[in-house]
């Protein structure tokens, strides 16, 4: 459970200082909704923002040197905004449940006399109480700091301790984060916690290419970040419950254009396919002969039913290879599948009116290249008109395309 209610990031390509949402240094902003839509012309940054997201699952996952190389994103000085010195920053701001206290995560990354980047300054942070400033129990520099154990206390900016068990820490590579270290020790419950949250994330760069090749049989829960897996998942829900997944089916073939019902098949060496039936041919087809359009849609309803969803999903253009017509009814389910609670979060950037046509524009940013070179990010809702004209009725995607925002 949680999700973001803000999030502010500095220094990263094009994203010189962008705020998204309720930060803690940003306290009055409106937080985050649970489907998020990054709108702009090419070019603006939309996916350098998408990309940012990447890089914090990849500093997790792969350590902070490998995430700046991978990706052909070529080492911290490419990625880092160009005639910038200071360090590229991210600023999270995530609660768990409507009833628990936010954790602001501060992460800066920078580079050594050598070149090298490392995790320059890490900090969590939490209020003790309902008011007040919020204490550190994570707080490491070039490696080296304290930690909270349990799931109270921390210290004050002067380092004074409130409550709690605070424990010395010296990592011994300052090129990984510490919350990965730490978090996998269960003494410190609220790192642990949060780490899991960020394991959770989804990021998604569906092919239907690659969702055509046959793997081997083995049964696997999640969608990997192409849908290269998307035969191994239905095996794992058909296994785990048929029943619930043969009514998933059901539901996602209503929404799929042309498709008459679709059957999973499972073969003697343990492998399974979809079948698809499809308006005006005798025979089934197995998702391999599926056009791409199909493959996607049928991918994304795939992931919006997730028994155990992931806590943060991010999309980038669902639109490509999709017809138009079916956008508005996409955008239709992502809102439902998200719902009102802290279960699941939603990031998608779109060119798409007829996605966003199904949106308010409290769900929708804007993101703008000034003069200089470096984007700024603005909410629907605070330009001139447009919450007004979205509460009689107009569509918020044409108001988009007659250039009344944007």
């Known amino acids: 459970m949680g999700k973001i ?67 052909n994103r070529g080492g911290l000085m490419q990625i880092r905004s160009q005639g910038i010195a200071e360090p590229v920053k991210f600023e999270l701001y995530y609660r768990e449940s409507s009833k628990t206290r936010p954790i602001t995560y501060e992460l800066e990354i920078d580079e050594d006399s050598m070149g090298r980047p490392y995790v320059k300054q890490e900090r969590l942070r939490q209020r003790v109480e309902k008011r007040g400033w919020p204490l550190s129990f994570l707080f490491l520099q070039n490696g080296k700091g304290y930690a909270y154990e349990g799931k109270e206390g921390g210290a004050d900016d002067s380092g004074r301790s409130v409550n709690g068990e605070k424990v010395e820490v010296e990592l011994t590579d300052i090129r990984k984060l510490g919350i ?14 949060f780490l899991n949250f960020l394991k ?73 396919m979809l079948k698809f039936w499809e308006q005006g041919f005798q025979n089934a087809f197995y998702s391999p002969k599926m056009s791409d359009g199909t493959l996607k849609l049928f991918a994304y309803y795939l992931l919006l039913h997730e028994s155990n969803p992931r806590q943060l999903v991010f999309i980038e253009e669902p639109e490509k290879g999709l017809y138009h017509q079916y956008l508005k009814l996409l955008a239709d389910e992502m809102i439902k599948s998200v719902g009102t609670g802290f279960s699941k979060q939603l990031f998608v950037t779109t060119h798409s009116p007829f996605f966003v046509n199904a949106l308010n524009p409290e769900n929708v940013w804007v993101l703008t290249k000034g003069e200089d070179g470096f984007s700024t990010v603005r909410r629907a809702s605070e330009y001139e008109f447009v919450k007004e004209l979205s509460e009689e009725g107009v569509p918020l995607g044409d108001m988009w395309y007659s250039k009344y925002f944007g």
């Open 200 to 272: 959770s994330w989804y990021l998604c760069y569906f092919s239907p290419d690659a969702a055509r090749t046959l793997q081997t049989a083995a049964p696997q829960p999640y969608l990997n970040r192409t849908g290269s897996n998307i035969n191994n998942v239905a095996q794992y829900m058909y296994r785990e419950n048929k029943k619930e997944f043969m009514k998933v089916l059901k539901d996602i073939q209503t929404k799929l254009p042309g498709i008459e019902k679709i059957e999973p098949v499972k073969f003697e060496n343990g492998q399974m």
């Open 5 to 71: 209610e803000g999030v502010r990031i500095q220094n990263f390509g094009p994203l010189r200082d962008i705020v998204m949402g309720k930060t803690l240094s940003n306290q009055k902003n409106a937080a985050l909704n649970n489907v998020t839509v990054i709108i702009g012309p090419s070019g603006n940054g939309k996916s350098t923002l998408a990309d940012a997201f990447g890089f914090l699952a990849d500093c997790l996952e792969l350590g902070v040197e490998a995430a700046c190389d991978t990706k």
């Open 180 to 193: 990965v270290t730490l978090g996998a020790m269960k003494q410190y419950e609220r790192i642990e916690r």
